[in-house]
């Protein structure tokens, strides 16, 4: 059976190019690139020219750029990193209810800790952060402010270029991470540009493998490593680097380039083929901003069935999609993302999100609109009517 895989923004395919450009440093070229030999020696040019790209991508010098495992400890060591560097009393940090596990699991560590207090900002039922709520959340003890550039489940951006303008104005400095990790291969992520201080993202996203990511962290932002040992990274992130998987994530930033340039109109009008086609079965709604989104995700709520039958009965027929409730062994829990947008328990349940990739074709999205109407009516004829 052909599978129609539209689950990229849970994880991409590594692209040949990427692959190829990786392979030398699994066999011949496997030095450590910390030694002063020829082979470390090599090793090293390869990982400063990956940096390189990364930092051209971004607008950045090279060593603004550190290497991690991926956005999860990108995203740990700016929000733990800064609060500890800069040791500050009773330090203050600002998110949005709607980030990744990764930005709110760490916020919420912090605050268990009693290391920081957090604010969780509410959104609206696109999705989107109110910038006025934001400044009015600002006090003398905020630090960071932590939003997303796009988010993951719906595909909502939000106005980070906005909120970055905002925080340059205020009296005291307070850092700006955002979470770039569903955004990079679609929208400018020049920092300068948005006001960022700290920048995070992972290479499965974008075509490189699993396990290898990048923070970006501008020049004079007070940072403590989050890991002891060696002193890689400029201190920042100890281990000896993983030499073929950064090889492969500078190859995957540097074609960034050339896949919007072929392929941003493509994703989009095949997303909005998608969007059109399955409002029009009966009890289906659109989640996310239906202007300010992604272009490679479509996420809807399919009124009276769950999420995981949904996602279960594709998969019977080739295609790979996802839902936001996760099915624990006693319940089914919400989204956090649907929840704060406003979207009720019993229809959060009926969370459908396709994502598209650089592969996806229109002959895909015609299957996929071809069975979808079907597999609803089984689900929904096989609910018990209450
Ligand atoms: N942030 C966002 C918006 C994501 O979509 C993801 C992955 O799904 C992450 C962070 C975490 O990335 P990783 O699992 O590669 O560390």
């Known amino acids: ?184 291969q679609y929208l400018d992520c020049s920092v300068d540009n948005l006001g960022v201080d700290l920048l995070s993202f992972s290479g499965h996203k974008i075509y490189a493998p699993k396990g290898v990511g990048a923070l970006y962290i501008r020049k004079g932002t007070p940072l403590k490593s989050q890991m002891r040992g060696g002193g890689q990274e400029g201190g920042l992130r100890a281990g000896t680097e993983n030499v073929p998987y950064l090889v492969g994530l500078g190859k995957a930033v540097e074609m960034i380039y050339d896949l919007r340039f072929k392929n941003d109109d493509s994703v989009k009008k095949l997303q909005s083929l998608l969007i059109e086609e399955v409002l029009k079965i009966p009890g289906v709604k659109l989640t996310g901003h239906p202007a300010e989104r992604l272009p490679h995700i479509a996420s809807f709520i399919v009124e009276g069935v769950e999420g995981e039958s949904l996602v ?36 959060a349940h009926g969370s459908l999100r396709f994502s598209l990739g650089k592969d996806t074709t229109e002959q895909d999205i015609r299957s996929v609109v071809e069975v979808l109407p079907g597999i609803i009516d089984r689900l929904r004829r096989m609910a018990p009517k209450l």
């Open 1 to 184: 059976m052909k599978q129609i895989y539209l689950d990229n923004a849970a994880t991409t395919q590594v692209d040949s190019k990427v692959f190829l450009a990786m392979k030398p440093y699994f066999f011949k070229k496997y030095g450590n690139a910390s030694e002063p030999h020829r082979m470390g020696q090599e090793a090293r040019l390869a990982v400063e020219q990956a940096r390189e790209k990364v930092a051209d991508f971004l607008g950045v010098k090279q060593e603004e750029i550190i290497f991690t495992s991926g956005a999860t400890e990108s995203i740990n060591l700016a929000h733990k990193g800064l609060i500890e560097a800069l040791n500050f009393k009773n330090p203050h940090i600002i998110t949005s209810s709607v980030e990744h596990k990764a930005v709110l699991e760490t916020c919420k560590y912090l605050e268990n800790k009693e290391i920081a207090t957090v604010t969780y900002l509410p959104v609206n039922e696109y999705g989107l952060v109110n910038i006025q709520n934001l400044e009015k959340a600002i006090t003398d003890q905020t630090v960071l402010v932590s939003i997303m550039y796009a988010n993951n489940e719906v595909g909502t951006i939000q106005p980070i270029k906005e909120i970055g303008a905002l925080l340059k104005k205020q009296d005291h400095k307070i850092y700006f991470h955002t979470d770039a990790t569903q955004a990079i």
């Open 312 to 347: 279960l009965l594709l998969s019977d027929k080739g295609i790979s999609a996802s839902t936001g409730s996760a099915c624990t062994a006693s319940d089914l829990v919400p989204s956090h993302v649907l929840s704060a947008m406003g979207i009720k328990a019993e229809d």
